[in-house]
Structure formats: C-alpha cells, structure tokens
C-alpha cells in the first residue's frame, strides 16, 4: 500500500504562483513514477505532469513553460513530487491530484483545490 498527501493548494491571482506538495509513504520502494493530474466539473482527469524513477519528465501542453515538476528520488523510485507553478491562468482552476504509479496498480491522494482568480 502507498498513502499520498497533496499540500499547497490554495487560491491565487491571475498570473500568480502556487507550489503543490505530495508526500508518499507506505510501500514506497514500488513507486516507479508519480504524476500530477487535474479535474473540473463534468471532464476528465487529465495528466499535468510527470516523473519517473528516471528522472524523466512530461508536460501537458497547455503548462509547458510555466509548471515545473520535481520529486525525491532515490534508487529509480520517487517518493516525493513537487509542482512550481508559474503565471496561473483561469483556466488552471482545478482540483490536483497526487498518483503513484506501480507495477500493480495506481495510487491517489486525496486532492486539492487549485483556484486562479481575481
């Protein structure tokens, strides 16, 4: 079992910054990537960023150049993942959410509120 906690959330204005948080625990050593994903009423989850155990990264189009995403890693397995996130639009307003990627299966934290307005 892995347990994740996102922190960081929060309201913000436009163009304005926030950085997320999730902490892993539990049975870490199985985790081979982490991700952040985003929903908003009536669409989809869809993928914001991710990390592998590799170090490698992948970015949704619509936050390439303006999120970052890092994490801990240690020995090809991330037990941390960090989000920057740079010049927030509107249309950034979300609940975010924490996963862990397995061989077995995924994990999720619990989510948090992303809110970018004026």
């Known amino acids: 079992q892995v347990q994740l906690v996102e922190s960081g959330g929060g309201l913000v204005q436009p163009g304005g910054s926030l950085r997320l948080s999730c902490a892993a625990s539990?049975?870490?050593?199985?985790?081979?990537?982490m991700g952040w994903y985003r929903q908003t009423p009536g669409k989809q989850r869809e993928l914001v960023a991710s990390?592998?155990?590799?170090?490698?990264?992948?970015?949704?189009d619509s936050v390439k150049g303006r999120f970052t995403v890092s994490g801990d890693i240690a020995k090809y397995t991330v037990n941390a993942l960090y989000l920057q996130m740079n010049n927030l639009k509107p249309e950034d307003t979300a609940v975010y959410y924490c996963?862990?990627?397995?061989?077995?299966?995924?994990?999720w934290g619990q989510g948090t509120q992303v809110t970018v307005s004026s």
């Open positions: 539990g049975s870490i050593f199985r985790i081979n990537a």
């Open positions: 990390l592998t155990g590799g170090g490698s990264t992948l970015y949704a």
């Open positions: 996963n862990a990627e397995t061989t077995e299966v995924d994990y």
